[in-house]
């Protein structure tokens, strides 16, 4: 009974240690003052154009400091993937469509180069930032201003980034592509995802403005949808925690059952 209880003691050290180390691992990106909008509004004949306005109008309202959209999603990542060619490498990315603001909102690491500009016209046609993942993969020693080709067309690289975990810790960074989306209306029409990073000082109040507006004016039809990205993030290793409350309830039980039985 007593060899039972140490083999299950390790065991609960282990996955306790597991899953605070989950918990507490920097994943490259910060979400507690951001919260993801989920966008639908597919019936809008220019789509894109609609969003800008909501975008812009976002913008107006107090307690909202940042706005960017995006096709990725927390704990999903984006659901586009697609071959990048470099010097005869080819390697399977996911194709991320960016904002100029989302990256720094989500206070993500630059490594090398700069983030989008709007100010600078290509960044919007022919320009990509990469993760050091792709940089990797694709073999790249000197990564700015080196082109990609992706879907028959060129991209010079602007900027890379530090990897940050968005899909959750059972999945692996995969090599991801970042665009504006440019004339590619397939990519930019395909954003379900804006992101508002709050003013700290009064969230609830914000949060109502938001939802006011957002049933007047963006979709009646869908109720407000909003989530704190880190508690969103949370939710990719909650069977973890759950495993590990188990567990522990089960350690409990054997230990009494060795002590008393």
């Avoid at 989302?102 to 930032?129: C, K, M, T, Y």
């Amino acid at each position: 009974q007593f060899v039972i209880s140490f083999i299950f003691i390790c065991g609960g050290i282990i996955m306790y240690k597991q899953v605070n180390f989950m918990m507490n691992k920097d994943l490259g990106f910060k979400g507690d003052q951001v919260i993801a909008i989920t966008y639908y509004n597919y019936e809008k004949k220019d789509r894109y154009g609609f969003y800008t306005h909501v975008v812009d109008q976002l913008q107006r309202i107090k307690g909202v400091k940042e706005v960017g959209g995006s096709n990725s999603s927390v704990g999903t990542g984006s659901p586009q993937s697609s071959p990048i060619h470099y010097n005869g490498n080819q390697v399977q990315t996911k194709i991320s469509y960016t904002e100029y603001k989302l990256l720094p909102l989500l206070g993500v690491s630059f490594l090398a180069g700069r983030n989008f500009d709007e100010n600078i016209p290509s960044d919007s046609i022919n320009s990509v930032i990469i993760n050091e993942t792709a940089v990797h993969a694709l073999g790249i020693t000197n990564p700015i201003n080196q082109r990609l080709k992706w879907n028959d067309a060129f991209y010079n690289i602007v900027g890379v980034i530090q990897d940050f975990n968005i899909t959750g810790f059972s999945r692996k960074i995969e090599p991801t592509f970042y665009i504006r989306g440019g004339e590619n209306n397939y990519v930019r029409n395909n954003i379900n995802t804006i992101y508002l990073q709050l003013d700290s000082t009064d969230n609830q109040q914000t949060l109502a403005r938001l939802a006011a507006f957002w049933t007047a004016q963006v979709d009646p039809h869908y109720p407000f949808e909003y989530e704190f990205v880190d508690k969103q993030f949370e939710r990719t290793y909650a069977h973890y925690v759950t495993q590990r409350d188990l567990f522990g309830l089960l350690n409990i039980t054997v230990i009494a059952i060795a002590l008393f039985g």
